[in-house]
């Protein structure tokens, strides 16, 4: 009888890190899980947020492109400089 005590006292010191480790791991691998799919979530709103800024800014600059009045404005600034380099850069940019 003894022995059959101590044979369950053992293999319950046994079990119960056993399931607690195997619980553990279980929770482990959901957890990973979890984070990463809300890591991916967050990684493509950012890149659309990116994305959508980028066309804003696209659309600014076709804006400034197509419009002869800031041409007209840069174009006076630029003929404005009297230092060569300035103008060798706004002659360049402009044409």
Request: with cysteine; glycine share 2%.
């Given at each position: 009888?003894?022995k059959?005590?101590?044979?369950?006292?053992?293999?319950?010191?046994?079990?119960?890190?056993?399931?607690?480790?195997?619980?553990?791991?279980?929770?482990?691998?959901?957890?990973?899980?979890?984070?990463?799919?809300?890591l991916?979530?967050i990684a493509?709103?950012?890149?659309?947020?990116?994305?959508?800024?980028?066309?804003?800014?696209?659309?600014?600059?076709?804006?400034?492109?197509?419009?002869?009045?800031?041409?007209?404005v840069?174009?006076?600034?630029c003929?404005?400089?009297?230092?060569?380099?300035?103008?060798?850069?706004?002659?360049?940019?402009?044409?």
């Amino acid at each position: 009888m003894t022995k059959k005590i101590a044979w369950s006292v053992l293999l319950l010191f046994l079990l119960v890190p056993l399931l607690g480790l195997m619980f553990y791991r279980t929770q482990t691998d959901k957890v990973e899980r979890a984070a990463l799919q809300t890591l991916d979530s967050i990684a493509k709103l950012k890149s659309e947020e990116l994305l959508s800024y980028l066309r804003e800014r696209q659309g600014d600059c076709e804006i400034f492109r197509d419009s002869e009045n800031i041409r007209h404005v840069s174009s006076n600034f630029c003929n404005s400089r009297r230092k060569r380099s300035t103008s060798e850069f706004c002659s360049r940019a402009w044409h």
